[in-house]
């Protein structure tokens, strides 16, 4: 390829590079002059372009693109239509990615040109997600590279997704004094909503006293009858001696591990019973932020068979994030941990007021409408306290008994919107109102969002974080503009002002701040206003 600046009248075939705009004229970068176009050009008063002419054997980005998608096997995977020298690869099920980084370091050393990106191996991903993106960084490459390239990843399982298979699952809890049911209770529902990507089923639940005998005697009849057992301990693992251990031990089983180079997560354990592994949990997984736990579980549910090779090998990116009860937090100090403390106070503001009027006159309401037993406020507010933010505020107005009797039990702060009727700006306001004034932004999400999971959630306040706090975040499906949204703190008057049915569109959009896309897949865009959406979506109206 030749690149460079042309004479505007002899740029015919050459490819732009940047963009060009004068009177009567624009055109975009990526745009192949023709003889017309350079007519126009010359009459605009435009002399030369940047521009790139091709040469024998090159390939313009796109097919460059394309081509090396098509080397791709397509293990439940999807890919969009090559647009800019890009392709997007998404997940088509909820799984495990996986990424070969032998085989993807090959690829990316052939030439500069020719880029891939992914997700880290073993990252679990939902249908949607994006996880790898094929660049074709100048407009037009050789070919005989882009064949070198694809000929690395043919035949190779470089990128997959193994879907999460459903599975028995049995929990078994160990009890002390000093640990409340509420805790308890809590766990169990932390559990249930970590395996419902898989579709797996929690059989029941087994509580037992803290004591090696007592939890020997219901772990080997658990194994038996299920494909997974969980524990919890009522007290923290020292030991390879300890209860859990010495239990899985005692049942006839073999333990794999004891502990986990991934922090929080260090107190995991990790055995057999037969064929059904037993996953003893760290203390940290009674809490829905990510730990070493969600590591292990999720290679499990994807059909592997971890063991102590793979635990002992995970210390590399281990280091996920601090937590609120270890009892030496690593230290922070002066502007970094006030900037950091500031930017993480996120709250979550799930909107459940609306009238629902495109229901219907039979007056079934679609936030009681069940998915997989669940009612969608419910399920909405289970996935925005998975996503661990500062608070979650559920602000109710239309049949609000209903609503909030759908919600009893969770750990939010319930608002009632008496302007309900008025529109969506007025849930905003009163949500907002709710929030307290030591956040530093609120995470906007529609409670008729079946699809939206708890990692969505989590990413946009990741991005929302590494911003400083100062942007807004947005979800989006194939760039498209959609929710959840995250506004900052300095967006809060702008907000207080509206009026109506509206929500936060113009204040994002002239608001003057740095806009974070963050793609999320079709769940950005699927809201359920309909009783055919609902249908559709995999939900039951109830009567």
């Given amino acids: 390829m030749i690149f460079g600046e042309l004479a505007s009248h002899d740029a015919a075939g050459a490819i732009l590079a940047h963009g060009v705009r004068g009177e009567g004229v624009s055109f975009s970068k990526g745009r192949r002059l023709s003889e017309d176009d350079c007519r126009q050009l010359v009459a605009s008063g435009i002399e030369s372009v940047i521009a790139a002419r091709m040469e024998p054997g090159d390939i ?20 969009s239509t090559p647009a800019t020298g890009r392709v997007n690869l998404h997940a088509a099920v909820a799984g495990l990615f996986r990424a070969d980084r032998a085989t993807i370091d090959r690829f990316n050393r052939i030439d500069p040109a020719i880029t891939l990106a992914t997700l880290p191996d073993h990252a679990s991903v939902q249908p949607g997600d994006m996880v790898a993106t094929i660049k074709i960084i100048p407009l037009a490459v050789p070919g005989e590279a882009v064949e070198r390239a694809a000929a690395v990843l043919a035949g190779a399982d470089a990128l997959l997704v193994k879907p999460f298979r459903a599975r028995r699952v049995a929990l078994v809890a160990t009890v002390l004094p000093s640990l409340k049911p509420s805790v308890m209770d809590k766990t169990r529902l932390l559990l249930e909503h970590r395996l419902a990507p898989s579709g797996s089923t929690l059989i029941g639940e087994t509580r037992v006293a803290h004591k090696t005998e007592s939890l020997a005697a219901v772990l080997a009849p658990a194994a038996r009858e299920n494909e997974l057992v969980v524990v919890f301990g009522a007290s923290a693992v020292s030991d390879a001696g300890d209860v859990i251990p010495a239990a899985i031990r005692k049942a006839g089983g073999h333990v794999e591990q004891v502990g986990m180079p991934v922090d929080p997560g260090n107190l995991l354990v990790l055995g057999r019973i037969g064929e059904t592994p037993v996953i003893g949990a760290p203390g940290c997984a009674r809490s829905p932020k990510e730990n070493g736990f969600d590591w292990v579980l999720a290679r499990i549910l994807a059909g592997e068979a971890p063991g102590a090779y793979d635990v002992t090998g995970m210390g590399v990116g281990g280091l996920l994030m601090e937590i609120p009860t270890r009892p030496q937090p690593r230290e922070m100090k002066g502007e970094h941990k006030a900037a950091a403390d500031s930017a993480g106070a996120v709250v979550a503001i799930v909107l459940a007021a609306g009238q629902a009027r495109r229901m219907g006159a039979d007056g079934r309401h679609k936030l009681l409408a069940e998915f997989d037993g669940v009612p969608l406020v419910r399920k909405s507010v289970m996935a925005a306290l998975a996503a661990a933010p500062a608070k979650v505020v559920v602000v109710t107005g239309h049949r609000a008994s209903e609503i909030e009797a759908a919600v009893a039990g969770l750990p939010v702060a319930i608002v009632r919107n008496p302007l309900y009727r008025e529109g969506m700006s007025t849930s905003l306001i009163a949500g907002l109102d709710a929030a307290g004034a030591d956040c530093s932004g609120v995470l906007v999400h529609l409670a008729d969002m079946p699809r939206v999971e708890p990692e969505d959630l989590r990413r946009l306040m990741a991005a929302f974080t590494a911003a400083g706090g100062n942007a807004v975040v947005r979800a989006v499906s194939n760039g498209k503009r959609g929710n959840p949204v ?31 896309d963050v793609e999320i897949g079709p769940a950005a865009h699927l809201d359920v206003d309909t009783p055919e959406a609902v249908a559709n979506a995999g939900g039951m109206l109830k009567e």
Avoid: M, Y
């Avoid at 693109?65 to 293990?75: N, T």
């Fill in 60 to 79: 313009d980005e796109n097919a460059a693109a394309a081509r090396l998608a098509e080397a791709i096997g397509p293990d439940h995977l999807t890919f």
């Fill in 486 to 516: 995250i506004l900052p703190r300095s967006t809060f008057a702008a907000v207080g002002r509206l009026e109506g049915d509206v929500g936060a569109r113009q204040i994002i959009e002239t608001a003057g701040l740095d806009i974070i």
